[in-house]
């Protein structure tokens, strides 16, 4: 079992940058594929950027040089720096687990908004 805890999200303005954090419970965070995703209104949930235990990183074309993930093995926690944020960036972001990073969601995080305000 995995508790992942995310934290971070907020309201900033278009151009400004955010750092999200998720805090897993337990001992094997460091044996998991982790990933970041997100939920708009009216939207499906889509992966935002994911980070293999290797290190090995994917993002999503709508994201990529804006956004970074990264994780600190020996906090337990996975990170993303959201910079050059878009009104469009605006959605629930989720934090997710799993034995590898093609196959994310075996445990989520409970979301923390992000809104960005143009």
């Known amino acids: 079992q995995v508790q992942l805890v995310e934290s971070g999200g907020g309201l900033v303005q278009a151009g400004g940058s955010l750092r999200l954090s998720c805090a897993a419970s337990?001992?094997?965070?460091?044996?998991?594929?982790m990933g970041w995703y997100r939920q708009a209104p009216g939207k499906e949930r889509g992966l935002v950027a994911g980070i293999s235990r290797g290190g090995s990183t994917y993002y999503a074309d709508s994201v990529k040089g804006r956004f970074a993930i990264s994780r600190d093995n020996a906090k337990n926690t996975l990170y993303l720096q959201m910079n050059s944020l878009k009104s469009e960036d605006k959605a629930m972001y989720y934090c997710?687990?799993?034995?590898?990073?093609?196959?994310?969601?075996?445990?989520w995080g409970q979301g923390t908004q992000v809104t960005v305000s143009s």
């Open positions: 997710a687990s799993g034995n590898i990073l093609a196959k994310l969601g075996d445990y």
């Open positions: 337990g001992s094997i965070f460091r044996l998991l594929a």
